[in-house]
């Protein structure tokens, strides 16, 4: 006979038993009992939006502010593919941190072993430092089109995030990155003042326009690999982990991972939509999210450009707050250290340890002059889009695992959908390599 798998693992009851040790549990119990509809759900919402929004760090905006700049509107229909594909990697995120209370990495440690574990960690530690030297570049790059000098922006940005994690409650951390993700609408304000034609824009997002010139096809690999990373994900499931959420809550948490993978890429949307009517219309050309800012003014109006310029700084902060967090709860996790942005110094000295040295290295390297940014800005992003694919079998081979997720395991269909996705950034895993195969060889692509 069968042996029948109990509703909640031991792994999880593990796991939720140290937070009810320290009282925890029994506060969001009391905060979540009672609650129904809109009010159940902010209660739960947070971790799924940060993750997604996060996406749109500086990298992201740079990527679609130069695929509109680029091919126009063309490439739109692509959107609601990424919206399909993030969904489902983040509702598996999300769906495995509720059901075991446990983050990413301590489920692939305690699954696969510690030498897939530690070389994860190493990867993801490098790309996620140069991820992080990209963010404050981001901010940086901003603050100077309003005439802020590099040498201040960094510093402040820099120790009021310090601040922020170190001494703030998760429940306040997680409050102002809400309120910072709000700063995205200026993206939203941005292309309504650039006065698009929302006609062609709404054809282009349902009608594919195949292009499938090397160029082209470098841009479409980019834009996936930009809106889907690992840091994401790994930060996805323990943020749920730490905030404690029930399998009665379950669904609402689905529901916020699926609602942070549909508003990071309507945000994208608005991006390309921006830079579309203004630059590409206009003939012109830009290579990174400053650079849109800037040629903005001109067609749309100094307004117009203000709010892409705030949008960048707004998106660059937030992801220079998560990399570092995120990189931190993976690597505790991984090697069974105390983490969470709750704890207190003492009691997790790893974790802050790794948060501050993490931030501290992308904040220094940005000041140093004279120093190219943008080979170690590209190289980050490679190491996540070749990291990707490792951490997706690794979900989808958890949560079809029923001796940890019981009856939440994947049916059929979500399988399909599952590997489909993986397979999908598998390929284009293999374009990006072929292309820099290449490049080795001296030949050059687009």
Not at 421 to 429: E, F, R, T
Request: charged residues 15%; neutral net charge; contains cysteine.
């Amino acid at each position: 006979m069968r042996p029948t798998v109990p509703p909640l693992p031991e792994v999880a009851q593990r796991a939720r038993a140290r937070i009810r040790g320290s009282g925890g549990w029994l506060r969001l119990r009391g905060r979540f009992r009672g609650r129904r509809g809109l009010l159940a759900f902010l209660a739960v919402m947070g971790p799924g939006l940060i993750a997604g929004v996060a996406g749109n760090d500086a990298g992201g905006i740079t990527t679609y502010s130069v695929m509109g700049s680029r091919t126009g509107l063309g490439l739109l229909w692509i959107f609601p593919i990424t919206i399909v594909i993030l969904a489902i990697v983040q509702e598996m995120a999300a769906r495995l941190g509720v059901v075991t209370g446990q983050g990413l990495s301590d489920l692939i440690r305690d699954r696969f072993g510690v030498r897939w574990t530690a070389f994860a960690m190493l990867v993801l530690l490098v790309a996620n430092i140069a991820n992080t030297v990209a963010e404050f570049s981001g901010a940086a790059a901003a603050l100077e089109i309003f005439g802020v000098p590099r040498w201040l922006t960094v510093p402040v940005v820099g120790v009021a995030i310090w601040a922020l994690v170190l001494f703030a409650s998760y429940r306040t951390v997680e409050r102002v990155f809400l309120s910072v993700m709000a700063v995205f609408v200026a993206y939203v304000a941005s292309a309504l003042l650039a006065g698009p034609d929302w006609g062609a824009v709404g054809t282009a997002l349902v009608r594919p326009s195949i292009d499938l010139s090397p160029s082209v096809v470098l841009l479409m690999v980019a834009v996936v690999g930009t809106t889907i990373t690992p840091y994401m994900q790994f930060y996805l499931q323990s943020a749920v982990a730490e905030k404690g959420i029930g399998e009665e809550e379950l669904r609402l948490e689905q529901a916020d991972a699926v609602g942070g993978a549909i508003w990071t890429n309507v945000i994208a949307v608005f991006v390309v939509v921006a830079t579309a009517t203004t630059i590409y219309a206009t003939g012109g050309s830009i290579e990174t999210a400053e650079d849109a800012a800037l040629a903005l003014g001109p067609v749309a109006g100094e307004l117009s450009s203000t709010l892409f310029a705030i949008g960048l700084f707004g998106a660059s902060v937030l992801a220079a707050t998560i990399m570092p967090i995120s990189t931190a709860f993976v690597i505790c996790e991984a090697f069974g250290w105390e983490s969470g942005v709750d704890k207190r110094f003492e009691d997790a000295r790893a974790f802050f340890g790794i948060y501050t040295f993490v931030l501290g290295l992308g904040a220094l390297v940005v000041l140093i002059p004279g120093l190219d940014l943008l080979p170690l800005i590209v190289a980050s992003q490679n190491l996540q889009g070749l990291l990707l694919p490792v951490v997706l079998v690794f979900m989808v081979l958890l949560v079809n695992d029923g001796r940890i997720m019981g009856r939440h395991r994947n049916g059929r269909v979500a399988n399909a959908l599952a590997w489909g996705a993986v397979g999908l950034v598998i390929a284009l895993d293999a374009v990006l390599l072929g292309v820099t195969a290449l490049g080795v060889f001296g030949v050059r692509v687009g």
